[in-house]
């Protein structure tokens, strides 16, 4: 029930998006989450997207674990 | 374009990332008493059983399940109810981990052999396109599940999207209330691990009251396992220089003020009274139901359903113990040998949420601990993934 999976939106339908979950796609209500553009990814549960990943917080996580796993080098892909 | 997130997950799952926390853990364990930490999902609780975290963590940090799966915690009074009114003729939507939940007598799913109309859906969407397809015919959506879930039940009902022939059987809880009851009464919890997804509903600020009042730390974590360790060092970090605070690891999924516009949603539907939780009593201010614009759609106004006192916990079955946390599901008698997931003695061998059920998938089979130690070990610093 509270099994929430990150998935990433393809494409928007007025108050729908259809999401790539690793190949398998679905539709999901983005009544929640209408802000949501193809490309962004979401966390879905019981078919709604109940929340947006941020792109900065997300990258802020990967600076921090690449410096304390130092093996790990900072993606230079980053678009800021 | 560019996939930060992908590059994110990647290093979420990577050994070497989960080694360099293990060793932190064990670095800052050092020192200090016993740490008992507490969580209250049933996705947490998956993660850590299925990766073995446990295991590798010190002996002195104890991480405990709490009150974190929905259908184990729904009365068997509300079952009961939703079951008689299945049986008088009425079609029954419900999520796939209700079906088996045993209530007082039968579940669901006997119900349904009984010649009940009980049918599975995915979501509160797939309900309403159900019942939109059948106007002929009566349907009721058994609606369980904690904020996560009760915010996608709300919108559709606050929009007017919900036809005439589809009502609710509402039996909604909030977690922060539980999380309260628990440091309230009884529950030596040295900190808590919030659940990320219920977190990205309700947002920070309703477990501030916890470092505040309780002096229990709060750590909002997401679900791979190195958000859980990173939880636990976070803790332990915290322990150590005799600090409490509320920290917000899952940042990536989770705002401060949480989903705003599902809150208004929920809170435009619902209105918040006391509630009943299975295997732990009546807990104040823990329940959501429908204010009285929306009654209409109450499935218990609707067929002047009386509830009556269900049997929660069979004679022998632990569960309520286990719900809280005060007792594991291997020091439960029937564990794995007459309580299996095919046929379950209580509602924690149920769902995939229930600590029962997830202990007979990853524990069960464990062998020796120092063997099991060994492989989870050797997962988190070895694998690649
Ligand atoms: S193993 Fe079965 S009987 Fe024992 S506590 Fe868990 S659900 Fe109850």
Request: net charge positive.
């Amino acid at each position: 029930m509270c099994l929430g999976i990150p998935g990433k939106v393809l494409e928007v339908r007025g108050d729908t998006a259809i999401v790539d979950f690793g190949g398998l796609r679905k539709e999901v209500s983005i009544v929640l989450t209408p802000d949501v553009q193809p490309g962004d990814y979401v966390i879905v549960h019981a078919g709604f997207a109940i929340s947006k990943i941020s792109r900065e917080e997300a990258l802020e996580m990967l600076k921090l674990l690449s410096e304390v796993v130092n093996s790990i080098k900072v993606p230079k892909t980053s678009s800021r | 374009m560019t996939d930060e997130y992908r590059q994110l997950l990647n290093l979420l799952r990577s050994s070497e990332a989960a080694g360099t926390v293990v060793r932190d853990i064990e670095r800052l364990s050092r020192g200090i008493d016993n740490v008992k930490i507490v969580h209250v999902c049933g996705t947490h609780e998956h993660t850590i059983s299925r990766f073995g975290i446990r295991l590798i963590l010190p002996k002195n940090v104890k991480l405990i399940a709490g009150p974190g799966c929905p259908v184990c915690i729904t009365p068997a009074s509300e079952i009961d109810a939703v079951i008689e009114l299945a049986l008088s003729g009425v079609a029954v939507l419900t999520f796939g981990d209700m079906l088996r939940v045993p209530g007082s007598e039968l579940s669901l799913f006997q119900a349904r052999s009984r010649g009940a109309d009980v049918r599975v859906v995915y979501s509160f969407l797939d309900a309403i396109k159900v019942a939109r397809s059948e106007p002929s015919r009566e349907f009721v959506f058994f609606a369980i599940g904690f904020e996560t879930t009760a915010a996608t039940v709300a919108p559709y009902i606050a929009l007017g999207k919900v036809p005439e022939n589809l009502s609710l059987f509402v039996s909604h809880r909030l977690i922060p209330p539980a999380m309260e009851f628990m440091s309230l009464l009884r529950h030596g919890a040295d900190a808590y691990i919030a659940p990320g997804h219920v977190s990205t509903i309700i947002g920070c600020k309703p477990y501030e009251v916890f470092p505040k009042v309780y002096r229990q730390s709060v750590v909002i974590a997401g679900f791979e396992p190195l958000d859980v360790l990173l939880a636990v060092k976070t803790i332990l970090d915290l322990t150590k220089r005799g600090d409490v605070k509320l920290v917000n690891e899952y940042s990536r999924a989770v705002r401060y003020e949480g989903n705003v516009l599902a809150l208004k949603y929920m809170y435009r539907v619902f209105e918040v009274v006391d509630g009943a939780w299975r295997g732990i009593g009546v807990i104040p201010q823990s329940k959501l139901c429908l204010r009285s614009e929306y009654r209409r759609y109450d499935a218990v106004e609707r067929y002047g359903i009386s509830i009556r006192r269900g049997i929660d916990v069979r004679p022998g079955c632990r569960c309520g113990d286990v719900i809280v946390g005060r007792a594991v599901p291997t020091d439960c008698p029937y564990f794995a040998k007459v309580c299996t997931p095919n046929n379950p003695l209580g509602p924690c061998m149920v769902s995939m949420e229930g600590t029962c059920r997830i202990w007979y998938q990853f524990e069960r089979t464990r062998g020796g601990e120092v063997s099991e130690r060994e492989r989870a070990t050797e997962y988190l610093y070895n694998s690649s993934s």
